[in-house]
C-alpha cells in the first residue's frame, strides 16, 4: 500500500493550497491590492496539482486505484474541502486494507 501513501498527501496538498489560494490569497489580491499574493500561491497550487496528477497516475498504472476512484479524487480535486471526501476513500480502504478498486 506505499503506493497510496504518497497519493493521499499529494490529495492534501492540493486541497490545502486551494483553500490558501480562494480564503487568503485571493482576497489579498481583491481587496487589498497585492497580485503578487495569487502569483506566488496560485504556483504552489499549480505544483501541488500537478504531483496529485503524477500521484494518482501512478497509483492507477500500478492497479492500487480504480478508473472510477481516481476520477473521483480528480473530481473532489477541484472542489474546495473535496480533499476532506477524499480522505475518507483514503481510511476506507486503509481500513479494509485494500486498494481504492471499485467495481462497477
Given at each position: 500500500?506505499?503506493?497510496?501513501?504518497p497519493?493521499?498527501?499529494?490529495?492534501?496538498?492540493?486541497?490545502?493550497?486551494?483553500?490558501?489560494?480562494?480564503?487568503?490569497?485571493?482576497?489579498?489580491?481583491?481587496?487589498?491590492?497585492?497580485?503578487?499574493?495569487?502569483?506566488?500561491?496560485?504556483?504552489?497550487?499549480?505544483?501541488?496539482?500537478?504531483?496529485?496528477?503524477?500521484?494518482?497516475?501512478?497509483?492507477?498504472?500500478?492497479?492500487?486505484?480504480?478508473?472510477?476512484a481516481?476520477?473521483?479524487?480528480?473530481?473532489?480535486?477541484?472542489?474546495?474541502?473535496?480533499?476532506?471526501?477524499?480522505?475518507?476513500?483514503?481510511?476506507?480502504?486503509?481500513?479494509?486494507?485494500?486498494?481504492?478498486?471499485?467495481?462497477?
Open positions: 500500500m506505499s503506493v497510496l501513501r497519493l493521499q498527501w499529494a490529495s492534501r496538498l492540493e486541497g490545502v493550497t486551494l483553500l490558501v489560494l480562494l480564503f487568503v490569497a485571493m482576497p489579498l489580491k481583491y481587496a487589498l491590492g497585492h497580485p503578487e499574493a495569487t502569483r506566488i500561491v496560485g504556483t504552489m497550487h499549480g505544483v501541488a496539482f500537478l504531483s496529485l496528477l503524477l500521484a494518482s497516475s501512478r497509483a492507477f498504472f500500478e492497479g492500487v486505484v480504480g478508473a472510477k481516481l476520477i473521483r479524487i480528480l473530481a473532489l480535486a477541484v472542489v474546495p474541502f473535496g480533499f476532506v471526501a477524499a480522505e475518507r476513500l483514503f481510511r476506507e480502504a486503509g481500513r479494509r486494507g485494500a486498494a481504492l478498486v471499485t467495481r462497477g
